[in-house]
Structure formats: C-alpha cells, structure tokens
C-alpha cells in the first residue's frame, strides 16, 4: 500500500519494507536476521509487514498506531538502524547502502530523534560536546571557531540561543524541552533531508509540547525537511503531519491526509482509536467502536489482522488481504467493507450479544460517533485481551 | 460520568483537605513540594487532579494517605475522613493501629506502574486474597478464594488467571488487577495516581469505562490524579490544577474546560491540539515549569504568565473565589488590573451531565 502520489519525489521511499524478528532464535540465526537475511524455520515477530511509504520533502508524515503496531520499528528500518527481511528503501531514488560504512553517507541524509531526551544525551557530556559530534564526525567543520560558528548556528536553528548560553551545560541542566532541542539540533546539524522523530514530545510537560512540535513544523517549512513524526496521539498527529498513516499489527490500515483521515476515518481501527481517544468536546457517552488487544504478532490472523476485533468482519476478511481501495482524494484504506465488488455478506454467526453494527457499513460521522450511538455496549466477556495477554516485546517503549 | 456535580460543596463531605504543606527536606534547603492545598473530595464524587510532573499532585496524595516516605515531611495542615458514621478521622494525627484498618478499608490507592506495585513473585491470587486476610480475618481460606473470583470478574478477567504471576498478565489486565485489589474492601475513597497512563489509548478508554461503572454500582468516590486534562475534562464531575506545589483552580469539569478562570489553566487547555475544526497554530504555554529548588517569587507561574502585573512576582495569590463556586489563584481575578476578557469568558450552565 502507498501513500498518494504528490508532486515532487520523494526523499525516501519504502517498498514493501518487512522486518520479522526470530523468537528463540540462536546468536546465529539473529545475525543473519541483522544481515537483512530470511529468517531460519521457527517463529518470528511480524514486527512489520510489507510497508511501502512516501517521505516528500516539507511534509511530515505521522505513523500512528498502538504499542506493538510495529512504529518503532519501521522508524529503526527507515534510519537503517536495522536491516529489513524484505523489501527495499529508496534514497532519492537510490537503493539506500547496506554496507556498515556506506552507512555514514546514508546517515548524513536520514537522522533520527529518539523519544527519550534524559536517555539520548550523555550526561557526562555538555551540550557544545555533544554538537559537535556530527560536526566531526561527517567532517564538516574544523575544531575551533570554525566548529563553533556551526554549533550556534545549530542552536539557533531550535531557538536555543543565545547559543553560548547553552553550550557548556550539561543534559542534568537543561529541562526537558531544550534537552529535546538538543537532540533535534544533533539531527539536524548535518543539514539532513529526512528526520525521523520517535515519539519525540510524549515524554515532556503538556505544556511544552506544543513548542516542540511548532519547531518540526517550522523545519518542515523553512528548511524543507521530509519529517517522519510517530506517535500514538492522534490528536497530535493531526495538528501536525500533513499526512498520516495508521498501523496496525506491523501493517499500513490506512493512510492519507491528516485532516481527512481524522474527521472521515475509513478503516475501522482508525475508528476506534478515534473513539478512544480523549476529547474534551465530546458530549455523548463514549461508544468504543471495537473491543480487545492487539492479535499476536508471532501468530497474526489471517486475512486481515484488525477482523478479531473488528465489528464489521465478514467471511472475506479472514480469507484475504485487504488491498488498498480508495477511501477519497490521496486517501486509501486497506478495508474490504470498500470494495464495491464484495457482497456484503456478513459472518455466518453474528456475535453473541448480537450488537453487530448493520450491515451496510455505516461510517461514523466527523465526531467518530456512530449513529446508533447505544448498540454497543460492552459485553461481559467478549472484549478482554486475549488468555495470553503478553504480547511479545517489539523493542518499543511506553 | 456523574451522578452529582458537586463542587458546588452541596455533597456530603468524605475526605478534607485543609492547608496540607509537604516539603522534601528540612531546614533552609528544604524543598517545598506542595503548598496549603485545599481539597474536598465528597461522596460520588470523581475529582480529578491535574498538574504537570513536578507540580505536587502525587506528593499530595502520598502526603494524604500518610505513604510519604522520608525525606518527605508534612509541615502542616489537616486531612480528615468522614467515613459516614457521623466521626470524622484526622488521617495526620492518626497512629499507626488507626491507619492500618482505615487503609484499603477505606481509602485505597491505584498506581500506575502495576508492573511495579505487583509483586512480580506472586500469584495473583496471593495478592488479592492478602489484603482480605489481613483486614477480615475471620474470612476463610475458601471465602477469601471466592472473593478473589469475584473481584476479577468485576474487572473483566476470568477466575483461571487467579493462578497467573503478573508477567503473565497484559499491561491492561495489570491495571485492572490493581483496580480489584483497590476494590477487596469496598473502600469509600479510590485514589488513582495515573491509572491510565501507561497503557494504549484503546485499553485506557476500556478501564475508564469499567471504573464508571464500578462507581455506578458501588458508589465509591475517585480522586483522579493525571496530566492529562484533556481526558479528566471527560471522566472527572470537578477538577483541581495544580501549578509548582499549589492548587491554582478548582471548578466544576464543563465550567473549568469552557471557561477556565486561571491563566495556567487557560494555557494548559490550550496545549491539546482537539480532534475536530479547523486546524489552528496554538502555542502551549512558553518557558518550562519551574524547578521547585528555586520557584520564582510570588505567584510561581507569573514568568510564564501574559497576564502577569507586578504584584504577581510579589505576592503569593491566594485560592479565593472567582465567581459561583469556583476558586482560583491569580492576582488579576481579585482586583488587581482588569480581568481579562480570556479569563472572563461565561460559565456554560451547569447542567448535570446524563449518567447512561
């Protein structure tokens, strides 16, 4: 599935990019996984499941998913952190290095921020240290008032200035939010052409929140980054990214642009998490339009993965995967209940409490509301996380 | 999720709070972590208590429940329960016989890692019948195994997990546990430190939904502790915002998100980005918020603040009344300038939200 063709080419581009990790797996077998080589027989994590996506410069796309949707790792694979299984990753139209020291090059191009800024900067180190590593290490300054010119001009870059205001403290110094500056103006000081954010403001205050995700959106603008921004607020996601792709258990559900996708979801997990989220302007009681966990990600269903919680699941979704249909301009949605091709039959047994919604697909309306607002409530049993509640850890953090 | 909207203090009292003060650390270096806070919480009630970290609002709690642990000293104040028998229990003079049986019993507490506050060496079982040995000890073996039956099945988990250890458990299924255990002893007050933070917007939605209804059928009040007000605004009847150790409003849950009295309250609100509308630049709150090692002078927000007037970085605002039955704490709300109009905006009326 793709995001929607745009206008200029896109910086970097995912085909079909998958990432499976072997569960019990021998020292041998991970490094041939590390190796981007297929995994030996055993189980794997389906951590992520033929994505293909689109960075366009100026534009920030968000991912957003639950814990366990696979996020992080995508993010890891875009930074080539981590080798894919399958699937192939375009750098302005090149196929990305694999080489351990091609790497270099590919990560002058693609930087990363990770989600914990007390975490992603040394605290034996200060801040003009901690600058001046990409400096040196792509070879793009001089030690000296050479280097220190750029590190300034780094700082000014995330409205840390006066610079030599900054530079000589230390991590244990600074708050959260300009520890987080920090580790965007170390991304961004090799002029880089992708960012890739790892839920770069849910660990700092409410309140300066909004700070961090203006200053992505003015990179966005001003220096024309194509900014990969993962969350799982989607309410966030919504006041930044131009674009956005909803995950689900290592796969794309849906994707498009970011208002559309939030006040006309088309995939039935974009509408439940829509129903879940908070939203102080709602005034009727929340309907929860689905029930239970995540499937496993060793053992993820057949067909599509989101029909074990899903209320419209019919005979067809256990059978096939969903393609992407087209849910409205560049919006797509991996859904069988948008193919007008496929009789609406439903399942042949109905849920017990029989609060199946009807059958013709009704889309909530821009408050993710149903209409028939009463029907679902929770029954006793059917909505629980499954007996063996623990998901396998795909390296992602709360 | 109401039945009764209440801090119109019409209610029936249950847990006072009255100028409670905790600082960590004696002498000049002390650190004041929580500043005469004042807080009723009445029957039925959930109030919800919203504050950045850092702000005092887990101090509070753990200073209210005597669980504050040394260096935390409680340098004033009075927190009293009104169980309902007429009596009323000053929980800091309390000894420790007089807490024991009031814990859990009456006032119990949900934390948010329960990956930590479950002991990952026992069953789950184990843990949920403990607490019912220790406060009835006249219960059985056999009873305390059926209660233990019980009270996962009012959570939504089937008895077979009884024999689970914690690890075993989703992180939803933890949470939930804890919410059983907090619930063995039916207790009057339920305090709720994060409950729902650590977990997936999807599963957070389905706890908070299966406390209202625990609330509904047992009746029990909940002081709700989280930064997000986005979401206390929803589940919470009146809310309290704290700011670097002291309330700085207290409004019923509507009035306070249409109508918020307090500039830090005006700008938090202003920190979600909403799910619907238009899209909008908003700006959060400027700066960070303050190390409580070194608070600014006077009112303690007044560096962040575009409101503030001189007497702000001078003098302490106190809690006072601002209008109906709200309170709140800046100096441009008691006659000091103008209000401004971002704070004047008109309450909504005050119409008990529908219980399903």
Known sequence: MTTPVLDAPPVLEARGLTKHFAVHGTVAAGRRLLRGRAAGPGPVVHAVDDVSLRLMPAHVTAVVGESGSGKSTLARLLARLIMPTAGDLLLGGEPAPAGQRRRIGYAKTVQMVLQDPFASLNPVHDVHYHLSRPFMVHGLAKPGADLDDKIAAALERVALAPADAFWHKYPHELSGGQRQRVAIARAIAVQPRVLIADEPVSMLDVSIRLGLLNLLGDLRDREHLAILYITHDIASARYLADQIVVMYAGQVVESGPAVQVTDSPAHPYTQLLLSAAPDPERTTPVTLLGRGAPPSAVAPPSGCRFRTRCPHAMAICAEQVPPAFPAGPAHVSSCWLLDADVPRRRSADPDADGHRPDADGHRPDADGHRPDADGHRPDADGHRPDADGDRPDLGEEK | ?356
């Open chain 2, 1 to 356: 999720m109401s039945a009764a909207v209440s801090a119109t203090g019409q209610g029936e009292r249950l847990l006072e709070i009255r100028g409670l003060c905790v600082d960590y650390g004696q002498g000049p270096a002390a650190v004041h972590a929580v500043t005469d806070a004042d807080l009723v919480l009445d029957r039925g009630e959930v109030l919800g208590l919203a504050g950045e970290s850092g702000s005092g609002k887990s101090t509070l709690v753990m200073a209210a429940t005597r669980l504050l642990r040394p260096p935390g000293v409680i340098t004033g104040g009075e927190v009293r329960l009104y169980p309902g028998d007429g009596s009323a229990v000053d929980l800091l003079e309390a000894g420790y016989a007089a807490l024991r049986v009031l814990r859990w019993s009456q006032v119990s507490l949900v934390l948010q890692s329960a990956m930590n506050a479950l002991n990952p060496v026992m069953t789950i079982r184990t843990q949920l019948t403990d607490a019912l040995a220790a406060h009835l000890p006249h219960m059985s073996g056999k009873q305390r195994r059926a209660r233990a039956v019980e009270l996962l099945a009012m959570v939504g988990i089937s008895g077979d997990r009884l024999a689970s250890h914690p690890h075993e458990l989703s992180g939803g299924m933890r949470q939930r546990v804890m919410i059983a255990m907090a619930l063995a002893l039916q207790p009057q007050v339920v305090i709720m430190d994060e409950p729902t933070t650590a977990l997936d917007v999807v599963t957070q939605r389905e706890i908070l939904e299966e406390l209202k209804d625990l609330r509904d059928r047992f009746g029990f009040s909940i002081l709700f502790i989280t930064h997000d007000l986005s979401l206390l605004i929803e589940i919470a009847d009146s809310i309290a915002v704290m700011y670097a150790g002291r309330l700085v409003e207290r409004a019923p849950a509507n009035a306070l998100f249409r109508a918020p009295r307090h500039p830090y309250t005006l700008g938090l609100l202003g920190s979600f980005p909403p799910l619907h509308g238009p899209r909008v630049a908003m700006t959060g709150i400027p700066g960070s918020p303050p190390d409580l090692r070194m608070l600014p002078s006077g009112c303690a927000f007044h560096p962040r603040c575009r409101f503030a007037v001189d007497r702000c970085s001078v003098d302490a605002p106190p809690l006072d009344a601002a209008g109906g039955s709200r309170l709140a704490a800046c100096w441009r709300l008691h006659g000091d300038g103008p209000v401004p109009p971002e704070l004047a905006v008109p309450e909504p009326d005050l119409v008990t939200r529908s219980t399903p």
